[in-house]
């Protein structure tokens, strides 16, 4: 499991460490065209082509990359009014996925990916950036700041820091007035949460102390967590930001009870959407609130409704980031499909949270909302929705 483990963090999404992983209903091809056929987009009615660029030939991001094609597949077989689709393989060197982009903008109009932090930002740096493109995840920092994003890149990434931003400003709203306890180990991830809550909640005037924790293979030190349970009773913060995963944020609740609020990220919540009706449950997480997609909460959701699930082995457990990383490939068709028929302001009510997509000359803009969430009766079910 350390291996998905690592996988999944060069993707810049955290592994929510109690789940199996899935198998996708895909197999790969080096270079796959649909049938193509006209589409109206108002000035014109010349084919249009869409390329979904993945790391298929990567042994370690291939799986994540077919959850992403898949549903991406998904939702081209719902609405694909007669696009032309070009699945284009690379392996996970940044050089590769550089040649790969640079295919793809040959054969096609959108291009959706890369897939990786590596390779975004080597597309972001090349300068080659023509044709609008979708990334998926934000960009890997260079090592003298951030990466400077191109007029025609959008980044539509599950990004764990805008997560926490808006778990910051949600916590703000509800707690009291005092000062919140950033709960976070060494994993890079975790790092980035909590710096991107800190920030956020010292910008709604409150103040934060961020406190990294030690972890070995996953757990927390017991004998930390015994002096953080002192701490926070002395202390009495406002909220505690756990910047952590399932396990390790069960691990806190022990010691700590429910004297104080607690908020995280989607990394809190381990489980399908399907798992809540097969009798899984985290009791002792109840009253923990945090953020995630209506894919993971909420099966009356008009578009989650409309899409198939992914198919997993029948002896398989289901694992929470991939079905994620299925739905992120659900929304960015349907992001191309608009940007294809260049519409250049757009909303869509999406499985992976309400989207907005703005572009003018000058850069493409992207924000999505997720989903409030809470613990009750050891399952998470979005805020306001009855079990």
């Known amino acids: ?54 790391p298929l030939r990567s042994a370690t991001l291939r799986e994540p990359a077919e959850m992403v094609r898949a549903g991406f597949q998904a939702a081209y077989e719902r609405e694909n009014d007669g696009l032309a689709i ?17 295919a793809a903008v040959a054969m096609s109009d959108v291009v959706v990916g890369p897939l990786s932090r590596s390779g975004v930002a080597a597309v972001a740096q090349a300068g080659g950036v023509s044709k609008p493109t979708i990334a998926l995840t934000p960009p890997e920092a260079a090592e003298n700041g951030e990466v400077s994003v191109p007029p025609q890149m959008l980044l539509m990434g599950l990004s764990i820091e805008e997560e926490a931003r808006q778990v910051a400003s949600w916590a703000a709203r509800d707690a009291k007035p005092g000062r919140a306890l950033v709960l ?11 710096k991107a809550f ?5 910008q709604k005037k409150r103040e934060a102390e961020p406190l990294e924790l030690a972890a070995n293979d996953g757990f927390l030190n017991g004998r930390e967590l015994l002096q953080l349970k002192k701490q926070i009773e002395t202390d009495k913060p406002a909220v505690i930001f756990l910047a952590l995963d399932a396990r390790q944020a069960r691990q806190v609740r022990a010691v700590m009870g429910k004297g104080v609020p607690l908020y995280g990220t989607s990394q809190l919540n381990p489980f399908a959407l399907s798992d809540r009706a097969e009798g899984e449950r985290a009791l002792d997480m109840d009253g923990t609130r945090l ?12 578009a989650v409704m ?20 299925y739905a992120l490939g659900i929304d960015a068709y349907r992001v191309a499909r608009e940007i294809a028929a260049r519409r250049s302001n757009f909303e869509i009510d999406g499985v992976t949270g309400k989207l907005t997509v703005r572009f003018t000359q000058a850069q493409f803009s992207f924000a999505r909302s997720a989903q409030p969430a809470v613990y009750r009766e050891g399952s998470v079910i979005a805020v306001g929705q009855a079990r």
């Not at 060494?186 to 980035?192: E, I, L, V, Y």
């Not at 953020?291 to 008009?302: F, K």
């Open 1 to 54: 499991m350390s291996g998905l483990r690592a996988t999944l963090a060069v993707l810049g999404i955290a592994f929510c460490g109690l789940c199996l992983p899935a198998q996708a209903n895909t197999t790969a091809t080096t270079v796959a065209q649909a049938e193509t056929g006209a589409v109206d987009l108002s000035t014109t009615e010349r084919t249009v082509s869409i390329a979904l660029l993945l």
């Open 86 to 102: 070009n699945i284009v393989e690379t392996g996970d060197a940044p050089q590769d996925i550089l040649s790969g982009y640079n």
């Open 184 to 194: 976070f180990t060494p994993t890079a991830w975790q790092r980035r949460a909590a």
């Open 198 to 202: 800190e920030t956020e909640w010292q």
């Open 291 to 302: 953020l995630d997609i209506p894919w993971q909460l909420q099966p009356d959701h008009p």
């Open 306 to 325: 409309v899409y198939p699930r992914l198919v997993v082995a029948a002896d398989q457990k289901r694992n929470a980031d991939f079905e994620r990383l």
